[in-house]
């Protein structure tokens, strides 16, 4: 795929300040990191579910941009995702008039397929999350578990929380119930140090930190997972954490949801005790059986011209004056083809949000949150007591 062209494995966010000119440093730093990236033909994005609206609409300015500088350079855009309906795809269908074409797995018979799900048991728990409550229902149905592992003694347990408190406390309840066996603990309060041991060792308790990018296999394979869910697209990422290989130990896979009350009501009335259905059936009725959170594809419209046109201006002098006339001219209509607003209506809107002082939030990947300084002084950690969260 990549056919051993350099490559270039980093995060979203790293992109988005590369592109963006926004990184500070020596004359030329900006030129120089631009004209990087702007080489490549290649762009894969993993996880695009997890992405926000903000950040597919800095996504898809990256697109309209890089094709409007150079349209005769040939590039593919990959976007993995577990639930690919995402708004991207018809803005850069729609709006930029790019191909677009979806790509999914399909059950094959072949030889050469190869098993990418396996098996496992799923069990549904109601739970208050609308007021942080998951952990309560977690340590009532440690006793269940306690009878799993009992018939299952050499079993691995992984659970993911929402809240770093709720992986503390849980992680407290597990070395008291099950005291031979050792529990790690990832989170924003887990140093690095910490964190790799605890991936490997029986039981791992941990946030949002391992939903993404960590493969439980070889020495960090796990049996039975515990995980919260307040969306259906963490439900579908959650879940997805067990059973993607083949294990070492002859032990059932089994998947323990914590969901909202409504969502449970909902999914017991289609479902049935020990009934047998597919990925694809589940993640069907996970869908229908969560409320749409509020998406903001509103953003696109509303607040993304100022920050496109801040960008616009940035990359405009990166290139020299007999090429910015038709840069420029590139640049702006991809302005207008995603959002909708003229040149001149996003330079109003950029000049207003200037003057207001609320146009430096926009320039983030992320969001600007609040940060904090904590002393963590339980003991249980090897590294700095001291953590930034």
Known sequence: LMNWQPTILTNPDILFYTF???YQGPEGLSQRLFSLVSQYRLFIFDEFHLYNVKQMADVAYLVATLHSISP???RIFIFASATPDSPARDWLRD???LPVEIVEGEPSDALDACTIAYPLRLTLLPADLRRWKGVETLLEYLPTLQAFLSKHPRARLVTILDSVAGAVEAA???RELFPGKAVGEVHGLSSEEERAEALRRPFTVGTSTIEVGIDFKGEAEKDVLIFEARTAAQFVQRFGRLARHRKTLDIPNHAVALVPEYVYHFLSS????GQTLSRHELYSLVEEAYQKPEDFRYYLRAHAPAEFQEARCRIETLFQLDDRPHIAAGLEKGVEALTGKT?????ALHRRYKEEHILQPLLTFRGSGFEVAILDKRGTDVGFPAKRY
């Open 20 to 22: 963006f000119g926004l």
């Open 343 to 347: 040149g001149g209506q996003a330079w």
């Open 172 to 174: 407290r309840a597990l």
């Open 72 to 74: 005769e350079r040939g």
């Open 270 to 273: 289609c479902l049935t005790e």
């Open 95 to 97: 709006s930029l008039h």
